[in-house]
């Protein structure tokens, strides 16, 4: 590959987040949404043992439901599987208080984030088809050494 098919192959886990997370409020979120709630310190010692995890203060899953006093929200985990090195995804639902809710986001398209990985892509894949059509048809390169002049009969 040549640098510059390098450099923008290189570019694109760059720009690989699609999605960005908006402030919202819970009202204004349907249920099955993705969002991310980010809760007070007491909410998280008491999510932190439900979920698995050492730090529970940002809660990323799907809203299931916007009740009067709160959120439902599935949250997957991860936990150790039975056999051997293996993990599963469980989904557990919690429910958090308003009053816990520090902030509440939902994940939302970045549409200039996701055109740009669309057209460095196009361009990329546009780029390797004409150069493979077209690039080096014709054009034997000789190894390099000398000719068949220099090599002496066999007796």
């Known amino acids: 590959m040549k640098p ?15 999605y960005s997370y908006m402030p919202i409020e ?26 698995h995890v050492s730090d529970a203060r940002v809660v990323s899953g ?5 009740i009067a006093d709160g959120v439902l929200v599935e949250v997957p985990t991860l936990v150790p599987g039975e056999v051997g090195s293996t993990f599963e995804t469980l989904h557990q639902r919690v429910s958090i208080a308003r009053s816990d809710l520090v902030e509440f986001e939902t994940r939302k398209i970045d549409r200039f984030r996701t055109g740009a990985i669309v057209g460095v892509a196009a361009i990329a894949a546009s780029v390797v088809i004409v150069r493979a059509l077209n690039g080096d048809a014709g054009r034997d390169r000789v ?7 220099l090599l002496r009969p066999v007796r």
Do not use: E
């Not at 192959?9 to 720009?15: D, H």
């Not at 819970?26 to 979920?51: E, F, H, T, Y």
């Open 4 to 18: 510059r098919c390098l450099s923008i192959a290189a570019l694109l886990p760059l720009l690989g987040a699609c």
């Open 26 to 51: 819970v009202s204004a979120v349907r249920p099955g949404a993705s969002v991310r709630a980010r809760v007070s310190p007491p909410a998280a010692l008491r999510l932190a043992p439900l979920l």
């Open 62 to 66: 799907t809203l299931i439901d916007s």
């Open 143 to 149: 190894p390099p050494g000398g000719g068949t002049d």
